[in-house]
T-cell receptor, first 112, second 115 residues
Framework: AQSVAQPEDQVNVAEGNPLTVKCTYS??????LFWYVQYPNRGLQFLLK??????LVKGSYGFEAEFNKSQTSFHLKKPSALVSDSALYFC??????????FGSGTRLQVQP | GAGVSQSPSNKVTEKGKDVELRCDPI?????LYWYRQSLGQGLEFLIY????????KSGLPSDRFSAERTGGSVSTLTIQRTQQEDSAVYLC?????????????FGEGSRLTVL
């Protein structure tokens, strides 16, 4: 079985401050990890993924995520938040031959 | 097409009626997925098609739900005898099928309301 946990329903951060959205996962075998973003009344958009290699992956809109195998985590980060980053963020994991499993989502609110 | 297309975008139906939701994936994508997103909730996996392989139906919540994919392209999700708890946004996604590593491209979803 595979699962994803996003422990925070909502994260609030001031514009210009760094942000972190947490994600931990459980999977048999090697994990393939993804972050998606959902803006209001829009479909989900791919942000970044970890497949193999460097533990720090960079994605769209200045976001990055760090894969930590020992902590089974894949936290999403950005050095300086923008108001326009406010959205719903989903972490997802898959393993060999399985469909992608999503977390429950974290709402990011960036205050001006 | 340029992206994943879903229809209808909105569907209101009465309890007990059958509904069909359509997904037109990106041309050439071999993998197709259906997810369900209830208000304020995460994405619930329903079914996954990969090429000519047997679909992974492990996420279908009951035998009232079924899906098919004709000719490796368009997919239809059918919900029979709809119930109020079926109300949700049904999302379709396709992927180039790069094994397990390709990202999914999502449609805008079909919002189903069962009265």
């Amino acid at each position: 079985a595979q699962s994803v946990a996003q422990p925070e329903d909502q994260v609030n951060v001031a514009e210009g401050n760094p942000l972190t959205v947490k994600c931990t996962y459980s999977v048999s075998g090697n994990p393939y990890l993804f972050w998606y973003v959902q803006y209001p009344n829009r479909g989900l958009q791919f942000l970044l993924k970890y497949i193999t290699g460097d533990n720090l992956v960079k994605g769209s809109y200045g976001f990055e995520a760090e894969f930590n195998k020992s902590q089974t985590s894949f936290h999403l980060k950005k050095p300086s938040a923008l108001v326009s980053d406010s959205a719903l963020y989903f972490c997802a994991v898959r393993s060999e031959g399985r469909a992608l499993t999503f977390g429950s989502g974290t709402r990011l609110q960036v205050q001006p | 097409g340029a992206g994943v297309s879903q229809s209808p975008s909105n569907k209101v139906t009465e309890k007990g009626k059958d509904v069909e939701l359509r997904c037109d994936p990106i041309s050439g994508h071999t993998a197709l997925y259906w997810y369900r997103q209830s208000l304020g909730q995460g994405l619930e996996f329903l079914i996954y098609f990969q090429g000519n392989s047997a679909p992974d139906k492990s996420g279908l919540p009951s035998d009232r739900f079924s899906a098919e994919r004709t000719g490796g392209s368009v997919s239809t999700l059918t919900i029979q005898r709809t119930q109020q708890e079926d109300s949700a946004v049904y999302l379709c996604a396709s992927s180039p099928g790069q094994g397990n590593t390709g990202e999914l491209f999502f449609g805008e979803g079909s919002r189903l309301t069962v009265l």
